[in-house]
C-alpha cells in the first residue's frame, strides 16, 4: 500500500507539473510574440507593446506564486470590471498570435455589464481558452474566434465558439 500511495503521489506532481508548464508557456509565447513585432518594426512599435508584455511577466510570476503555495489557500482579489472592456484588453494580449495565423476574432456584448472576478485569474482563463482555440485550428481554412458576452439576471456568460478541429 506504501507504493500505491507513492504512485499516487506522483501521478499527482507529475499533473500539476503538466499544468504548470502549460500555464507558464502561455505568457512566454505572448511576450515572445510582441518580442519579435519590436525585433520587426524597430523600437519604436515597443512603446505600446512593453505594457502588455510586463503584464504577461506578472502573469508568469503569479502563475510560479500560486505553484510555491500550492495545497495553500489562495486569495482570490475580486474587482469590478467592464466586462467588454476587459475581454477587449484580453483580445488584444493575443493579438499578435491571431494576427500570425490570419485570425479573424469578433466580439459581441452590450455596452456596460458590470461583474466583479479577479483580474489576472480570469484573464489566465481567457487567454488559455482562446491560445488553446488558435493552437486547435484547421489547417485549410482560416480561423475565426467568436466571443460573445450575455447577461443574465443573476450572472453573465462568456461564450466563445471557433470553427477549430473541436473537442469531445
Known sequence: SNVISENKRERRLYESLSKLTHEL???ITVCKGYIEIINK???SSAESY???ISEEIDRALLVINDFSTFGKATTINKEEVDLKIYTEEIIDVVRPLLNKYNAKIFLTSKDEIYVSLDYNRMKQVLVNVLKNAIEARKEE??????VELKEYSNCCKIIVKDNGIGMS
Open 25 to 27: 508557456k502561455n505568457p
Open 41 to 43: 518594426n524597430g523600437m
Open 50 to 52: 512593453i505594457p502588455i
Open 141 to 146: 481554412e482560416p480561423l475565426e474566434i467568436k
